[in-house]
Structures are given as structure tokens and as C-alpha cells.
């Protein structure tokens, strides 16, 4: 819009008149964006004096302002014969109807009632000043005379301002009324939301499992309950409806129901009882877990108190359960620690037991041998043989059994074990099979690094690898592979051999003590080996697996947890 005057490129002048200082800034803002020029004052005195100097095209004032109220501004403006064609619109709330009849007696050209829209007062702006300078037809007739509110008045104002003012009054009732229906429409979509609302949270208490209810602060007298209290207490909620707990429970329940109540209300805050008891009609004595809010309306005190009781019974049940079974654990953990020392003492004793002897037949087999070799015939050398190889083994067995013993006392200390150097070092380690067997080829994949005691997981690799060599030593090109992966949170390491295999119908004895599925014509061993592997691997937090077919190798496979365990 062109906010200057006809022939006139220099902007309109504005005063604006309002002692609110955040209400005069916003309306010089919107002004301003139209390219009018704008001054402030803060009092009718000072807007009087100011007007007179700066001659403005439009006085904008509210009606409440400190030593001059807008309806005698305006009188003195319309008074004046310099001033009285300065159009001047008052800005007001309008919730007296004499402010209409003010407005008349002042002379005000309109009236723009507050809160308003930034479009609305611009439209008044804008007709105030196309009306501006125009001088009102002399009118001959005497003053108009109107009854309002049983006095009788006169007004002064041309018949122009009057229909101006009015017109002005009446589209800013059009205006409220259009912003009083659109508040009660807004105030029925709130009421419908309100309802859904209401109707979602009484579906929501009504069907939880945990048991609510609302006591009035006064009486406490139940005023609502839900089907979970029903079913705890065992009664019916027309039964419960406006009765006090004395009157539906027994008298310790509700003695103790009571003085929370009180107590919840008195202080004002949210109570929480951890645990108490309740008779229950239907299931007897019960173990609750309750919170008790104050429920605030207008008042300045609690209206009403709000109980959420939890039926803890079973928990705690179970609680005690495991109460019960922590003890026992803990005297079955003493009584192996117990019988651990003892194994441990007794596979000491019984390995010097068994040392002693072996050693007496050792030696005495070497005397035989070294002495009256050339006096026995083939066969007794072969006794003689037979005796030695098998002290060897029983040797090899008692050591076996005693380091298998000490995995149990041993303590895991983890720290980052890097695999591929680890497997490397023992492969390098690994002899041949028998005098004639062929060094079996062993190709190492990539393997993931995992948490572990090395010395420990030395152990696995050496038993699984020796395990492989021996096993595979009687085929024509024996082949190990070792492969490594990382499958979720575990890392999973495999030994594959392409040697004698075994049954899978017997895998339930592999990773068993003494448990060995070829005999000592077959291949050597003291079925120790494949224990070891699974006792070190279980206390590592692991698992242990293998596949095998008879003539047709086998795969021992492993997992160790990436983390804790």
C-alpha cells in the first residue's frame, strides 16, 4: 500500500498513545512495515502536546492511559480548531458498554478492541485516513438524544462520525463474535479430545494388572476402583463404592491403610511402602508393594488420595526361594572347595604312590634288559618290551591326570591372546608320528585374536594339533588345516584332520576322562587329551564340538566369548 498522502511522497505521520510499553512497540512495529512513520507517547498530556506540534495524519490511543484517559484526548483533539479533523481511534477491550457511548460523547472516528489481528487495525488505519481532511456537511439539526441505561444523553458528533464510530463498533463485535465462535468450536474439539482421553485412561486403569484406586481426602471413602482391587480384595466394586477401609477389611489392615492415607495427605507428597501385608477375602494374606499420591483439584489441599498397589506375594516367594538355594549354593561351594583340596592332595599322594613303584619296575626292567638280554629268548624280550612300553604309558598317564586335576585350581587370567602366533609357535613344535609316518602338511588360516590364559589355551591347541598328527599318521598325505571366524559374539576356532575319524555314535564319550574311541593297538593315548581341551575351554566361558566319520578325518571345533565370560 502507499502509506503517503495525494501528491505527497513523504510517509504519513502516526502517534501513537499507549503506556504499555510492549503493546505500543508491537503496533509501531506493524506500522512501520507499512511505511508509516511513527512516534510514541506514554500519557495523555504529553500526547496532546505532541499532537499539537506534529500535526500527525492519525492518533491511535488506549483508553486507560496515565493523566489523561483516551476519551478526553480525544475530546480535546475534536475541541481544538487546528486538531479536529486529526482522526483518532481508540483502542480498547470493550467489555463496558458505556465505552461505546463514550466514544460517541468524545467524537472518536473508531474503535479497534483488543486483542487485535495485525490485518484488522490496518483496515481501520486505512479508513480512518481516507476520511481524513474531509470536512463534515454542517448539520442544522439539534443535537442526537439517546436512552441507554435509563439516563438519558446527548450527543454532539456529526451524524458521519456516529455511523463511523458505530460501524466501526459493530464490525468489532462481527470480529469478537467470529473469535467467540471459533473459541467454542476450538472449546468442543478440546472437550472431544478431553473425552477420548478420559475414555483412553479409564480403559488403561481399568484393564492393568496392578490395582488402583481414588479415596476422597475427607472420609476416605473409596470413589473409584478397577477390576485389579476387585480381584485382590476379593469383593465386588459395587460392594467397595463409598465405603471406608474399616468397613470392607479387617481392622489391622485398615488401621494401617488408614494412617498412610492421612500421612500422604497431611504431607502433600507421594508415599511409597515398600512392602506390607493384606487379608485378601479371595487369596488370603498378600504381600503388597504400594505408592499413595495426594490428588489436587482448586482447593489448596489434596482432594483426594490415589493408591497403586502391586501384589509382590509371588515375587517374594520366590525370593525367599532363592534365599534358600543362595545358602545352599554357598555350603556346596564350600564342600567343593573342600573336596577339592582333598583331590587335590590326594592326586599328589597317589601320583607318588604310583611313581615310586613304576620307578622300581623301570629300573629293575633296565637291569633285565642290560644283564640277561643275550639269555632271553625272542619272546622274553618281548615281554620285556611289552613291561617297558607300558610303565612309559603309566608315567605319561599320572602326569596327564595330575595336570588335568590342577585345571579345576587353577585360576583363568585373560588377557588378549593373538592366535596366529600362538597356533604358529606350537604347529613348529609338532614332531612327527612314528618312525615311518609322514610329517603331516598343517596349513594355518587367518585367526581372530580372542581373550584368554595363554598358557592355558596353549594346552587346547597342543592337544587338539597332537591329536591330528596322531590320528592322521597312517594315511598317505596327511593334512591339517586350522581356520578361525568370528560368529556373533564368540570366535570360533576349527581343527580339521584327514585321518581315522571316528564314529559319531560314540560322541557322547569324547571330551570324557579315560574315554577313548581307539585302542592302544591303533594309536597310543591315555584319553586324557580331549578332556583337557573341554575343562580348559567351559572355564574360559567357551564351548566344544566335533564332527567325525569313520576312515574319513575329523573336525574338533572350539568357541571363546569375545567378552566377559
Given at each position: 500500500m502507499n502509506s503517503a498522502g495525494s501528491g505527497d511522497s513523504s510517509p504519513l505521520h502516526i502517534l501513537i498513545v499507549e503506556n504499555i510499553t510492549a503493546q505500543a512497540q508491537m503496533l509501531c512495529h506493524i506500522l512501520e512495515e507499512q511505511g508509516y512513520c511513527v512516534s510514541i507517547a506514554d500519557n495523555g498530556q504529553s500526547a496532546l502536546e505532541m499532537t499539537t506540534g506534529l500535526?500527525?495524519?492519525?492518533?491511535?490511543?488506549?483508553?486507560?492511559?496515565?493523566?489523561?484517559?483516551?476519551y478526553e484526548l480525544c475530546r480535546q483533539i475534536k475541541a481544538s480548531p487546528d486538531l479536529r479533523q486529526t482522526p483518532?481511534?481508540?483502542?480498547?477491550?470493550?467489555?463496558?458498554p458505556n465505552e461505546v457511548l463514550l466514544g460517541l460523547q468524545c467524537g472518536a472516528d473508531s474503535f479497534v478492541i483488543k486483542p487485535y489481528e495485525r490485518s484488522h487495525m490496518l483496515a481501520r488505519v486505512e479508513h480512518a485516513l481516507s476520511t481524513r481532511g474531509i470536512t463534515p456537511v454542517p448539520e442544522a439539526s439539534a443535537p442526537a438524544e439517546i436512552f441507554f441505561h435509563g439516563e438519558r444523553h446527548q450527543i454532539t458528533a456529526s451524524r458521519t462520525q456516529i455511523l463511523n464510530l458505530l460501524m466501526s463498533t459493530y464490525d468489532a463485535a462481527v470480529q469478537r463474535n467470529n473469535e467467540l465462535t471459533e473459541s467454542r468450536e476450538q472449546l468442543r474439539e478440546r472437550t472431544a479430545e478431553v473425552l477420548r482421553s478420559n475414555r483412553f485412561l479409564d480403559s488403561m486403569i481399568e484393564h492393568i494388572p496392578t490395582a488402583v484406586y481414588i479415596k476422597d481426602a475427607v472420609q476416605l471413602r473409596y470413589v473409584r476402583v478397577n477390576r485389579a482391587l476387585e480381584q485382590l480384595a476379593g469383593l465386588p466394586r459395587e460392594q467397595m463404592l463409598g465405603k471406608t477401609a474399616h468397613e470392607l477389611f479387617e481392622k489391622d489392615?485398615?488401621?494401617?491403610?488408614?494412617?498412610?492415607?492421612?500421612?500422604?495427605?497431611?504431607?502433600?507428597?507421594?508415599?511409597?511402602?515398600?512392602?506390607?501385608?493384606?487379608?485378601?477375602?479371595?487369596?488370603?494374606?498378600?504381600?503388597?508393594?504400594?505408592?499413595?499420591?495426594?490428588v489436587f483439584g482448586e482447593a489448596a489441599g489434596p482432594t483426594h488420595v490415589l493408591g497403586i498397589s502391586e501384589d509382590i506375594t509371588q515375587?517374594?516367594?520366590?525370593?525367599?526361594?532363592?534365599?534358600?538355594?543362595?545358602?545352599?549354593l554357598n555350603a556346596r561351594a564350600a564342600d567343593l572347595e573342600a573336596t577339592n583340596k582333598s583331590l587335590e592332595s590326594f592326586t599328589s599322594a597317589a601320583s607318588h604312590d604310583l611313581r615310586s613303584p613304576l620307578s622300581v619296575i623301570a629300573g629293575y626292567a633296565g637291569l633285565l634288559e642290560k644283564s640277561y638280554a643275550d639269555r632271553l629268548d625272542e619272546k622274553g624280550l618281548h615281554y620285556l618290551s611289552i613291561i617297558r612300553a607300558r610303565?612309559?604309558?603309566?608315567?605319561?598317564?599320572?602326569?596327564?591326570l595330575l595336570s588335568f586335576s590342577r585345571l579345576t585350581l587353577q585360576e583363568v587370567a585373560k588377557t588378549a591372546v593373538d592366535m596366529n602366533v600362538l597356533v604358529a609357535q606350537v604347529a613348529a613344535e609338532m614332531p612327527g608320528f612314528g618312525l615311518h609316518a609322514a610329517r603331516p602338511a598343517i596349513q594355518l588360516g587367518a585367526l581372530p585374536d580372542a581373550p584368554a590364559d595363554a598358557a592355558l589355551l596353549r594346552q587346547v591347541w597342543i592337544n587338539l594339533l597332537s591329536n591330528a598328527v596322531k590320528y592322521s599318521s597312517r594315511v598317505d598325505v596327511p593334512l591339517i588345516e586350522v581356520s578361525g571366524r568370528i560368529?556373533?559374539?564368540?570366535?570360533?576356532?576349527?581343527?580339521?584332520?584327514n585321518g581315522?575319524?571316528?564314529?559319531?555314535?560314540?560322541?557322547?564319550?569324547?571330551?570324557?576322562?579315560?574315554?577313548?574311541?581307539?585302542?592302544?593297538?591303533?594309536?597310543?593315548g591315555t584319553g586324557v587329551g580331549l578332556a583337557t581341551v573341554h575343562r580348559v575351554v567351559t572355564r574360559h566361558g567357551g564351548r566344544v564340538w566335533?564332527?567325525?566319520?569313520v576312515d574319513e578325518g575329523a573336525v574338533f571345533h572350539f568357541a571363546l566369548p569375545l567378552q566377559g565370560g
Amino acid at each position: 500500500m502507499n502509506s503517503a498522502g495525494s501528491g505527497d511522497s513523504s510517509p504519513l505521520h502516526i502517534l501513537i498513545v499507549e503506556n504499555i510499553t510492549a503493546q505500543a512497540q508491537m503496533l509501531c512495529h506493524i506500522l512501520e512495515e507499512q511505511g508509516y512513520c511513527v512516534s510514541i507517547a506514554d500519557n495523555g498530556q504529553s500526547a496532546l502536546e505532541m499532537t499539537t506540534g506534529l500535526q500527525p495524519a492519525l492518533v491511535i490511543s488506549g483508553v486507560k492511559i496515565p493523566e489523561m484517559s483516551g476519551y478526553e484526548l480525544c475530546r480535546q483533539i475534536k475541541a481544538s480548531p487546528d486538531l479536529r479533523q486529526t482522526p483518532v481511534i481508540l483502542v480498547t477491550s470493550l467489555v463496558d458498554p458505556n465505552e461505546v457511548l463514550l466514544g460517541l460523547q468524545c467524537g472518536a472516528d473508531s474503535f479497534v478492541i483488543k486483542p487485535y489481528e495485525r490485518s484488522h487495525m490496518l483496515a481501520r488505519v486505512e479508513h480512518a485516513l481516507s476520511t481524513r481532511g474531509i470536512t463534515p456537511v454542517p448539520e442544522a439539526s439539534a443535537p442526537a438524544e439517546i436512552f441507554f441505561h435509563g439516563e438519558r444523553h446527548q450527543i454532539t458528533a456529526s451524524r458521519t462520525q456516529i455511523l463511523n464510530l458505530l460501524m466501526s463498533t459493530y464490525d468489532a463485535a462481527v470480529q469478537r463474535n467470529n473469535e467467540l465462535t471459533e473459541s467454542r468450536e476450538q472449546l468442543r474439539e478440546r472437550t472431544a479430545e478431553v473425552l477420548r482421553s478420559n475414555r483412553f485412561l479409564d480403559s488403561m486403569i481399568e484393564h492393568i494388572p496392578t490395582a488402583v484406586y481414588i479415596k476422597d481426602a475427607v472420609q476416605l471413602r473409596y470413589v473409584r476402583v478397577n477390576r485389579a482391587l476387585e480381584q485382590l480384595a476379593g469383593l465386588p466394586r459395587e460392594q467397595m463404592l463409598g465405603k471406608t477401609a474399616h468397613e470392607l477389611f479387617e481392622k489391622d489392615d485398615a488401621d494401617i491403610s488408614v494412617e498412610q492415607d492421612r500421612r500422604v495427605l497431611a504431607s502433600g507428597l507421594l508415599e511409597e511402602i515398600e512392602e506390607h501385608r493384606f487379608s485378601s477375602q479371595g487369596e488370603g494374606r498378600r504381600t503388597l508393594h504400594t505408592y499413595k499420591v495426594p490428588v489436587f483439584g482448586e482447593a489448596a489441599g489434596p482432594t483426594h488420595v490415589l493408591g497403586i498397589s502391586e501384589d509382590i506375594t509371588q515375587k517374594k516367594e520366590l525370593e525367599n526361594v532363592i534365599d534358600r538355594l543362595h545358602v545352599a549354593l554357598n555350603a556346596r561351594a564350600a564342600d567343593l572347595e573342600a573336596t577339592n583340596k582333598s583331590l587335590e592332595s590326594f592326586t599328589s599322594a597317589a601320583s607318588h604312590d604310583l611313581r615310586s613303584p613304576l620307578s622300581v619296575i623301570a629300573g629293575y626292567a633296565g637291569l633285565l634288559e642290560k644283564s640277561y638280554a643275550d639269555r632271553l629268548d625272542e619272546k622274553g624280550l618281548h615281554y620285556l618290551s611289552i613291561i617297558r612300553a607300558r610303565v612309559k604309558s603309566m608315567a605319561g598317564l599320572i602326569d596327564d591326570l595330575l595336570s588335568f586335576s590342577r585345571l579345576t585350581l587353577q585360576e583363568v587370567a585373560k588377557t588378549a591372546v593373538d592366535m596366529n602366533v600362538l597356533v604358529a609357535q606350537v604347529a613348529a613344535e609338532m614332531p612327527g608320528f612314528g618312525l615311518h609316518a609322514a610329517r603331516p602338511a598343517i596349513q594355518l588360516g587367518a585367526l581372530p585374536d580372542a581373550p584368554a590364559d595363554a598358557a592355558l589355551l596353549r594346552q587346547v591347541w597342543i592337544n587338539l594339533l597332537s591329536n591330528a598328527v596322531k590320528y592322521s599318521s597312517r594315511v598317505d598325505v596327511p593334512l591339517i588345516e586350522v581356520s578361525g571366524r568370528i560368529e556373533g559374539a564368540e570366535a570360533i576356532y576349527s581343527v580339521r584332520d584327514n585321518g581315522a575319524g571316528f564314529d559319531m555314535a560314540c560322541y557322547d564319550k569324547l571330551f570324557e576322562v579315560f574315554e577313548r574311541l581307539h585302542g592302544d593297538q591303533e594309536f597310543e593315548g591315555t584319553g586324557v587329551g580331549l578332556a583337557t581341551v573341554h575343562r580348559v575351554v567351559t572355564r574360559h566361558g567357551g564351548r566344544v564340538w566335533a564332527e567325525g566319520k569313520v576312515d574319513e578325518g575329523a573336525v574338533f571345533h572350539f568357541a571363546l566369548p569375545l567378552q566377559g565370560g
